[in-house]
């Protein structure tokens, strides 16, 4: 009985009661980035400056966000019967048009068919012209550097115990790194064990890092001492996948 009571129930704590934690996360993503060589042009207005209202899609998402990390830019664009992209639409030719009549809208097209065969031997659409090329992305400067400031609230249902990773641990009112702060590049590292560490060697393919906050508290000791701990890891690239993500 000595041994039950002594090593059982008080060593290894075996009177208490365990509790699953739940919570939400939210996410605010900051930083300036760019289209255009940013190490070599004449004029600064060369560039097109980015900000996360531009690259940030949507702009709220739970327990989620996502990052633009490459873009395809196409100006000028209006509404009007063009050529198809070469990369999407049909071949044909002026003497046979049918591969143009078969479909009127087609979920892999850029717009509609009007049933003529281009200039380019491509159906003719009617869309927003010129078409997008995908095949040429723009990769957006600096996107590595942008920072997630993170917002954990977990609580214990059975105890009524509310946690945040948001709390001042150092009296100056800034978020801290690797707490509720984290930047792209840092968790590209961390989610690849240092084989990818600048966002720019990804950015046209893309990556998915999950986090997980894990919380493992002993409500028997002081609550300031129940701290998340991340686990961070990149999950695209699964093999004889049809997407990187």
Request: proline letters at 4%; aromatic letters at 10%.
């Amino acid at each position: 009985l000595a041994y039950v009571v002594g090593f059982t129930i008080i060593y290894n704590k075996g009177y208490q009661i365990k509790d699953e934690v739940a919570g939400t996360t939210g996410a605010k993503l900051k930083g300036t980035g760019s289209i255009g060589n940013d190490t070599n042009y004449n004029d600064i207005t060369e560039l097109i400056p980015l900000d996360a209202m531009d690259l940030v899609r949507p702009a709220m998402e739970e327990n989620a966000f996502f990052l633009t990390t490459a873009m395809t830019i196409t100006p000028n664009q209006t509404q009007e019967i063009c050529d198809g992209n070469p990369n999407e639409a049909p071949e044909c030719t002026a003497a046979d048009k049918e591969a143009c009549k078969e479909e009127f809208y087609a979920w892999d097209s850029q717009g509609i068919y009007t049933g003529e065969c281009g200039s380019n031997n491509h159906c003719q659409l009617y869309t927003w012209c010129p078409p997008e090329d995908d095949t040429e992305l723009d990769v957006v400067n600096n996107v590595g550097e942008f920072t997630a400031f993170v917002k954990i609230d977990a609580v214990f249902d059975r105890w009524n115990i509310t946690l945040s990773n948001t709390v001042d641990k150092n009296g100056d009112g800034h978020p801290i790194f690797g707490y509720n702060l984290f930047a792209m590049n840092d968790l590209l590292d961390k989610a690849t064990e240092g084989i990818v560490t600048d966002a720019k060697d990804i950015a046209k393919e893309g990556a998915i890092i999950l986090v997980s906050s894990l919380w493992y508290c002993d409500l028997d000791k002081s609550i300031d001492l129940c701290q998340p701990r991340y686990d961070i890891q990149r999950i695209d690239g699964q093999p004889n996948t049809i997407t990187s993500g």
